[in-house]
């Protein structure tokens, strides 16, 4: 029996038991994906390649990193200046965190750019916004874990927001804590959330992301659906098998991303104060709050709109309404699905009034996010306000201008001509 029969038999005697060449054609060499993909659609395989740093470069921190009040910033120290190569390590992570959320952010953006959480996709999209909402935990968790000065004030504002609930707040806040204040009982909980319920979850999440993307098909920029035209053997005549095609000609922009990534881990790992605040180079000090509390920069826009929020009304104190209209605006993500009434997915088609509404979305997050970062004097009282409701109104207003406006006609093949 020569080598090449035998691997060929001992393939099909693992095949037999653990089907891993029908999912090999399943998810890759027989899946059929748009031929027209684009600049936005690198940003999925990105995120894996980010998630993927993560996990690898979280698992080794975990191997110094000791999860007390007293030892924690210590630890960190202790890894960036003893440990071989530490240094890089914690910069791949701390850099990755940043970098991981550009990248969601802008994967999400092109969901909402061509109609992607529309019929038959409302699965993938609310597995998607799960699984932001669990990046925005484990931003939060690894945020507090190093115990810098700026890592501790920052739990200390979230973690009261908590106690401002009515009733069952206090109670929670101090559940939440592991104690009555911010210490060694609070960081011993963070951190098992962090390195493994939170990370088990997200794996989860990503695997049925995929599953169910696989399921129903890829959209594209066009928003055809590529299943109604197929080949004698049922291979959509507008796709193309996923891999080799989409695995080679990602590779690009896989290696430009490396690029960018390691040069900001070598040259511009703090990135200007916006992946890790001055703040956090200082120990965590009770006696000593920073003169500008703000979070990391990726929860800066939610973090804008629980400030716009100053006035107390209806029983209810302004710090409830903030964590009240945060919670809307995660809330309403999943509901996106059913607000949009377009009988078309892609904004090429679409009408001017979802352009804009879309356009001054974008803008309206951008800007929160800087608002989020600056002094709460740093701009007139009503900005904030005004953005957080541009924001809500590009959902609640989607069944309306959606339904209303005029549509152009959809091309029946991707490469035809609309009409």
Same mark, same amino acid.
């Given at each position: 029996m020569s080598l090449r029969e035998a691997a060929s038999n001992l393939v099909g005697w693992v095949d037999y038991r653990l089907p891993i060449v029908k999912t090999w054609k399943t998810h890759m060499s027989e899946y059929y994906a748009p031929k027209n993909f684009n600049f936005w659609y690198f940003f999925g395989v990105l995120a894996l390649v980010v998630f993927a740093n993560q996990v690898l470069s979280g698992i080794w921190l975990t191997m110094f990193y000791v999860p007390t009040a007293e030892e924690a910033f210590k630890s960190i120290e202790y890894i960036m200046r003893d440990v071989s190569s530490g240094w890089a390590i914690r910069y791949m992570h701390e850099v990755g965190a940043s970098f991981f959320f550009i990248v969601i952010y802008l994967h999400i953006f092109r969901g909402l750019l061509y109609g992607s959480y529309q019929r038959p996709r409302e699965l993938i999209w609310i597995f998607g916004m799960f699984i932001y909402c669990l990046m925005m935990v484990e931003g939060f968790l690894g945020y507090v874990l190093p115990y810098g000065n700026m890592s501790y004030w920052g739990a200390k504002v979230i973690l009261n927001l908590v106690g401002a609930i009515p009733i069952i707040g206090e109670g929670l806040q101090i559940w939440v804590q592991g104690d009555f204040v911010v210490g060694s009982a609070t960081l011993g909980r963070f951190f098992a959330l962090h390195v493994a319920l939170v990370p088990l979850i997200l794996i989860v999440g990503i695997f049925l992301h995929i599953v169910a993307l696989h399921q129903v098909g890829s959209n594209n920029p066009e928003g055809i659906d590529i299943k109604a035209h197929v080949d004698a053997d049922g291979n959509p005549l507008d796709g193309i098998p996923f891999h080799p095609y989409y695995t080679i000609s990602d590779l690009t922009p896989v290696v430009i991303f490396l690029i960018l990534f390691f040069a900001c881990v070598f040259y511009f790992?703090?990135?200007?104060?916006?992946?890790?605040?001055? !703040?956090?180079?200082? !120990?965590?000090?009770?006696?000593?709050?920073?003169?500008?509390?703000?979070?990391? =920069? #990726? $929860?800066?826009?939610?973090?804008? /709109?629980?400030?716009?929020?100053?006035?107390? @009304?209806?029983? *209810?104190? &302004?710090?409830? =309404?903030?964590?009240? %209209?945060?919670?809307?605006? /995660? *809330?309403?993500?999943?509901?996106?699905? =059913?607000?949009?009434? @377009?009988?078309? *997915? @892609?904004?090429? #088609?679409?009408?001017? !009034?979802?352009? %804009? /509404?879309?356009?001054?979305?974008? +803008?309206?997050?951008?800007?929160?996010?800087?608002?989020?970062?600056?002094? &709460?004097?740093?701009?007139? &009282?009503?900005?904030?306000?005004?953005?957080?409701?541009?924001?809500?109104?590009? $959902? *609640?207003?989607?069944? +309306? #201008?959606?339904?209303l406006e005029k549509t152009k006609p959809v091309p029946g093949r991707i490469g035809a001509k609309s009409g």
């Open positions: 790992p703090g990135g200007g104060g916006y992946f890790i605040e001055p !703040p956090n180079y200082l !120990p965590a000090d009770k006696l000593s709050t920073p003169e500008h509390i703000a979070p990391v =920069w #990726y $929860f800066t826009p939610f973090y804008a /709109m629980l400030r716009s929020v100053t006035i107390d @009304s209806f029983g *209810l104190d &302004a710090k409830v =309404w903030g964590l009240i %209209i945060v919670s809307g605006a /995660m *809330l309403v993500l999943f509901f996106l699905p =059913w607000l949009d009434r @377009s009988a078309v *997915l @892609s904004m090429r #088609y679409k009408g001017w !009034p979802s352009k %804009i /509404m879309l356009m001054l979305f974008a +803008v309206s997050f951008v800007f929160l996010g800087v608002l989020g970062a600056k002094p &709460a004097d740093w701009a007139p &009282a009503w900005v904030a306000p005004a953005l957080t409701t541009i924001y809500f109104a590009y $959902f *609640l207003a989607m069944p +309306v #201008y959606t339904k």
